[in-house]
């Protein structure tokens, strides 16, 4: 799990500059649209900060668990 951790900031930060430009499901417009780009970009890093923790966390548990059974 270590190993992935740099490629992991890596897709985040990816994740964070292209994210405004996506559009959202069912067709909607992409959040650049209607925000302006660097809140956008703060919005995404925040929500980035918040999961990629807790998927760490959980995907570390599963490894743990599979390697106790």
């Known amino acids: ?10 897709g985040g930060i990816a994740f964070v500059f292209i994210f405004p ?11 650049i649209e209607s925000w302006e780009y660097h809140n956008v970009v703060i919005f995404s890093a925040i ?6 923790p807790i998927g760490y966390v959980i995907g570390k548990n599963k490894i743990e668990k599979r390697l106790r059974n």
């Open 1 to 10: 799990m270590k190993k992935r951790i740099p490629w992991g900031i890596l």
């Open 21 to 31: 430009f996506l559009p959202g499901r069912r067709g909607r417009r992409p959040m």
């Open 47 to 52: 929500l980035y900060v918040i999961v990629y």
